[in-house]
Nanobody, 124 residues
Framework: QVQLVESGGGLVQPGGSLRLSCAVP????????IGWFCRAPGKGREGVSF????????EYADSVKGRFTISRDIAKNTVHLQMNSLKPEDTAVYYC?????????????????WGQGTQVTVSS
């Protein structure tokens, strides 16, 4: 059974930073893309950022462009999400997901495996 493990969530003040990590066994050999999604209280799941395992190309939701950066560490089978200039509206549970479908999808239904999530709370 595939197991994705997120880490790095926590409580941070507005304007602060966090770095989320997702351990993805078989990252480049098993999956076409890794995505980060979030679910805020009372809201549906939203796509945040996505990265191709083949060439490292990235996609971002408009709400995080210029603030978040997704990256990959191929040697460690890990994908990171650097979150800067955090806002209270970024508060959510963040999930990483892996896709076995060609391309770099930006919608959740095209992802096949999911982690358990890590809580990010932005509050003063």
């Amino acid at each position: 059974q595939v197991q994705l493990v997120e880490s790095g969530g926590g409580l941070v003040q507005p304007g602060g930073s966090l770095r989320l990590s997702c351990a993805v066994p078989g990252f480049t050999s098993e999956y076409y893309a890794i995505g980060w999604f979030c679910r805020a209280p009372g809201k549906g799941r939203e796509g945040v950022s996505f990265i191709s395992s083949a060439d490292g190309s990235t996609e971002y939701a408009d709400s995080v462009k210029g603030r978040f950066t997704i990256s990959r560490d191929i040697a460690k089978n890990t994908v990171h999400l650097q979150m800067n200039s955090l806002k209270p509206e970024d508060t959510a549970v963040y999930y990483c997901a892996a896709s076995q479908r060609p391309g770099t999808p930006t919608v959740g239904w095209r992802y096949d495996y999911w982690g358990q999530g890590t809580q990010v709370t932005v509050s003063s």
